[in-house]
């Protein structure tokens, strides 16, 4: 049985240069980027230096900022590929600098559970919260990214913070173990939430597709993503 959603960034959607990526903002802290992330789809720019300490994310939809919350940078290497470690420099953002926020009907939340796998590539975050922004779900449930030197731990894919597994939806609206046959699959918000991560920029990769990777459901034959 399948209980989660594997999802991998598309990396064209991030390349500099990419029409979805916009200029980079520093803050008036300059050890602080701002990075602004549009409602249309699109996010600013992200250079990270040997100065930066913390990025500070912000949503901005009707022409108005909602400023999320600084989340911590960690310097690392670049992983290949499980097992294989390069001397190249990367950056991560660590998750549980936030969790959630809410202002109106602006809001995310999410936990972790059964990992400590809680490390992710910074404009993937980025996207990740452009997605839980749109849709506004509280009970996402995160069940691992990266370590913080941006190894997979215990899987073979979930390197340099660009992978991770996201729990499957319910009708409960809680933070719990749900398969695509159980009767609770909350089918309709699986699918607003994946068209919103293709939207921020997630989609997919040769030999690992998004989310319900081609899952049909019993009970409604149709394909979530072609």
């Excluded at 990992?115 to 996207?127: L, S, V």
């Excluded at 939806?169 to 607003?192: G, M, S």
């Excluded at 919103?196 to 030999?207: D, P, Q, R, S, T």
Aim: charged fraction near 30%.
């Amino acid at each position: 049985k399948q209980n989660h959603s594997p999802v991998k960034v598309l990396k064209d959607q991030l390349k500099k240069g990419n029409k979805n990526v916009l200029r980079q903002e520093i803050g008036e802290d300059k050890n602080i980027i701002n990075v602004k992330i549009y409602n249309t789809g699109h996010i600013n720019k992200i250079d990270i230096g040997e100065k930066t300490e913390k990025l500070k994310y912000i949503y901005c939809v009707n022409n108005k900022e909602y400023v999320l919350g600084d989340v911590n940078v960690i310097k690392s290497k670049v992983w290949k590929k499980k097992g294989l470690i390069t001397e190249e420099d990367c950056y991560l953002v660590r998750m549980e600098d936030l969790l959630s926020f809410k202002d109106g009907n602006v809001k995310f939340k999410y936990k972790f559970s059964g990992t400590k796998r809680r490390y992710i590539d910074p404009e993937c975050f980025a996207c990740l919260l452009g997605a839980m922004l749109e849709v506004g779900y509280e009970d996402f449930t995160i069940t691992g990214f990266s370590n913080k030197n941006g190894d997979p731990g215990i899987s073979t894919t979930h390197i340099n913070g660009k992978a991770g597994d996201i729990l499957y939806l319910n009708t409960n609206f809680k933070n719990i173990t749900t398969y695509l046959e159980d009767t609770n699959f909350d089918y309709d918000r699986e699918v607003k939430f994946i068209e919103a991560l293709y939207k921020f920029g997630w989609g997919k990769v040769k030999g690992s597709p998004l989310l319900s990777e081609k899952f049909q459901r019993l009970i409604r034959r149709e394909k979530i993503i072609n």
